[in-house]
């Protein structure tokens, strides 16, 4: 039987208080690419971090083509020829492409410490080449699309000439082109012989890319299996240890009066003439290709940015807001699509982060109320079952779906009037997505007004009562989630369709 190149036997990883990993294995043969799947904190993350020299493992062994060894660092690892690829891009913002790509393996001129930007360019061009993509060495790296930005780090991992790359969510904010394009380079690397560990909670991606799959739940290994010969209900079943019956929830909707109502806004170069409106207990679902401008109309909405014309009323009265706080002032809430970046304090508590918008009325004579701002943030957590052992756990030692969970939770405590959700469930696993699901469907159901973007057709489908469609910042097609099919949302999105009217 073939040598795996990387193999993981009995590994268990123990955290003050919390197992975290308990006798898992692993392995990932050359040329083939492997799935990682389970439930947000099923160990995913922990795993990876234990094949990548970040963790050691409290217990177990781990091979490296049939030879043990023991990864003190990232850079030993590095050097075995293992290479990391996580979901939100580990650049280098403000530097070049090139000088991304080289970053940790410098090219110097000859023997003297010296930098040779001409070398390390043209390296860089060398390789952008082999992988396909057709990006400027010299461009700075904050310039670049998300889609791009992965490439960099492909290229960087090249340079190693890794073995083994880890993918962790590659393309959760892709556009289906930008799918392709990756899923062309995850088959040249397969042909070369190196290994991909594969991430991903979409089963469409893992059945059309990888070859082989093992399943954790709770910190446990489940299973393991060939993709083609195992069924996408068997995979859920052994992901959460129960059938899914049902992805989205049944609604009983009844909209009531308007709450927002957005008429011809426009944002030069952006987005333009943009007008819906949307009903209390209403979810009004926006789709579009990445980059169509659904992100850029929330951010005009709730005040991020400005607009150039148009008008928004909100509640009957026509506003203008300048800041999100202002706006959650009047009963908005925006929920972002980046939960690290914009959505939570990574190094702040569960307890801190649901309770930030809330301090004014949690203070007491100048000081917070400790044992009220543990309560609320406790109700809240349990409500949107955060898995933590306590509230004061930092968010950053969480998963991505309970960081998520977090980020709703935090403002779902400022008892919104109209709740605005963009990509609400990138990146977390069905059951997660589904408990989302449950809880947004739950609140709309109360009166609650829900504007939800997402660039999965299947979600907007499922849980909207109407589907506003972008095309190049224009509406192209307002639909009745019930009544229409994904085809012609697909062709409204790619500006090839009728304008749908509801």
Same mark, same amino acid.
């Given at each position: 039987?073939?040598?795996?190149?990387?193999?993981?036997?009995?590994?268990?990883?123990?955290?003050?208080?919390?197992?975290?990993?308990?006798?898992?294995?692993?392995?990932?043969?050359?040329?083939?690419?492997?799935?990682?799947?389970?439930?947000?904190?099923?160990?995913?993350?922990? !795993?990876?971090?234990?094949?990548?020299?970040? !963790?050691?493992?409290?217990?177990?062994?781990?091979?490296?083509?049939? &030879?043990?060894?023991?990864?003190?660092?990232?850079?030993?690892?590095?050097?075995?020829?293992?290479?990391?690829?996580?979901?939100?891009?580990?650049?280098?913002?403000?530097?070049?492409?090139?000088?991304?790509?080289?970053?940790?393996?410098?090219?110097?001129?000859?023997?003297?410490?010296?930098?040779?930007?001409?070398?390390?360019?043209?390296?860089?061009?060398?390789?952008? *080449?082999?992988?396909?993509?057709?990006?400027?060495? %010299?461009?700075?790296?904050?310039?670049?699309?998300?889609? &791009?930005?992965?490439?960099?780090?492909?290229?960087?991992?090249?340079?190693?000439?890794?073995?083994?790359?880890?993918?962790?969510?590659?393309?959760?904010?892709?556009?289906?082109?930008?799918?392709?394009?990756?899923?062309?380079?995850?088959?040249?690397?397969?042909?070369?012989?190196?290994?991909?560990?594969?991430?991903?909670?979409?089963?469409?991606?893992?059945? *059309?890319?990888?070859?082989?799959?093992?399943?954790?739940?709770?910190?446990?290994?489940?299973?393991?299996?060939?993709?083609?010969?195992?069924?996408?209900?068997?995979?859920?079943?052994?992901?959460?240890?129960?059938?899914?019956?049902?992805?989205?929830?049944?609604?009983?909707?009844?909209?009531?009066?308007?709450?927002?109502?957005?008429?011809?806004?426009?944002?030069?170069?952006?987005?333009?003439?943009?007008?819906?409106?949307?009903?209390?207990?209403?979810?009004?679902?926006?789709?579009?290709? #990445?980059?169509?401008?659904?992100?850029? #109309?929330?951010?005009?909405?709730?005040?991020?940015? +400005?607009?150039?014309?148009?008008?928004?009323?909100?509640?009957?009265?026509?506003?203008?807001?300048?800041?999100?706080?202002?706006?959650?002032?009047?009963?908005?809430?925006?929920?972002?699509?980046?939960?690290?970046?914009?959505?939570?304090?990574?190094?702040?508590?569960?307890?801190?982060?649901?309770?930030?918008?809330?301090?004014?009325?949690?203070?007491?004579?100048?000081?917070?109320?400790?044992? %009220?701002?543990? %309560?609320?943030?406790?109700?809240?957590?349990?409500?949107? *079952?955060?898995?933590?052992?306590?509230?004061?756990?930092?968010?950053?030692?969480?998963?991505?779906?309970?960081?998520?969970?977090?980020?709703? +939770?935090?403002?779902?405590?400022?008892?919104?009037?109209?709740?605005?959700?963009?990509?609400?469930?990138?990146?977390?696993?069905?059951?997660?997505?589904?408990?989302?699901?449950?809880?947004?469907?739950?609140?709309?159901?109360?009166?609650?007004?829900?504007?939800?973007?997402?660039?999965?057709?299947?979600?907007?489908?499922?849980?909207?009562?109407?589907?506003?469609?972008?095309? &190049?910042?224009?509406?192209?097609?307002?639909?009745?989630?019930?009544?229409?099919?994904?085809? *012609?949302?697909?062709?409204?999105?790619?500006?090839?369709?009728?304008?749908?009217?509801?």
């Amino acid at each position: 039987m073939e040598t795996p190149l990387l193999e993981l036997k009995d590994v268990s990883m123990m955290y003050p208080g919390t197992l975290a990993l308990d006798g898992v294995s692993f392995r990932i043969r050359q040329g083939e690419v492997h799935a990682l799947i389970g439930e947000n904190g099923a160990g995913k993350s922990t !795993l990876v971090k234990i094949m990548s020299g970040v !963790l050691t493992p409290t217990k177990g062994r781990i091979f490296l083509e049939g &030879e043990e060894v023991a990864f003190g660092s990232p850079l030993d690892a590095q050097r075995a020829g293992i290479a990391v690829i996580h979901q939100e891009a580990a650049v280098f913002p403000d530097l070049s492409v090139a000088e991304n790509v080289f970053m940790s393996s410098p090219v110097y001129a000859g023997r003297v410490p010296l930098l040779s930007w001409k070398e390390m360019h043209r390296r860089a061009a060398a390789i952008l *080449e082999e992988l396909g993509v057709p990006l400027d060495t %010299r461009a700075v790296v904050k310039d670049l699309s998300t889609a &791009e930005r992965q490439l960099v780090e492909i290229a960087k991992a090249l340079t190693h000439r890794a073995r083994i790359v880890i993918m962790d969510e590659p393309t959760s904010s892709l556009s289906a082109r930008e799918v392709e394009d990756l899923f062309r380079i995850i088959r040249d690397l397969k042909a070369s012989g190196t290994g991909v560990v594969f991430i991903s909670h979409k089963f469409e991606e893992i059945e *059309e890319i990888a070859d082989h799959f093992t399943v954790l739940r709770d910190g446990q290994y489940v299973g393991e299996g060939q993709v083609r010969e195992t069924s996408r209900e068997e995979i859920i079943r052994m992901m959460i240890g129960r059938k899914m019956e049902q992805y989205y929830p049944e609604r009983d909707s009844r909209p009531g009066e308007v709450v927002l109502e957005v008429r011809n806004l426009s944002r030069e170069g952006v987005f333009r003439d943009v007008s819906f409106e949307v009903r209390r207990g209403e979810i009004l679902g926006f789709f579009g290709l #990445v980059g169509s401008g659904r992100t850029e #109309v929330m951010r005009c909405i709730v005040g991020v940015d +400005a607009w150039d014309s148009g008008e928004v009323c909100f509640e009957g009265k026509t506003v203008r807001f300048r800041s999100p706080r202002e706006a959650m002032r009047h009963g908005i809430v925006y929920v972002p699509e980046d939960r690290q970046l914009q959505g939570c304090i990574l190094n702040m508590s569960i307890c801190e982060n649901i309770t930030l918008p809330l301090l004014t009325a949690l203070h007491k004579r100048g000081w917070i109320d400790q044992v %009220r701002e543990r %309560r609320f943030a406790e109700e809240y957590a349990k409500r949107l *079952e955060v898995k933590a052992p306590h509230v004061h756990v930092w968010v950053n030692a969480l998963s991505g779906g309970n960081q998520q969970k977090v980020v709703l +939770a935090k403002w779902l405590a400022a008892q919104p009037s109209l709740l605005i959700l963009d990509e609400p469930t990138r990146g977390i696993d069905i059951a997660t997505k589904a408990a989302v699901h449950a809880l947004v469907a739950d609140l709309a159901a109360q009166g609650l007004a829900v504007l939800l973007v997402s660039s999965e057709l299947p979600e907007v489908l499922g849980m909207a009562d109407r589907v506003v469609v972008f095309h &190049e910042g224009k509406v192209t097609g307002v639909f009745d989630a019930r009544a229409c099919t994904s085809e *012609e949302i697909m062709r409204a999105a790619l500006g090839h369709g009728e304008r749908g009217v509801v």
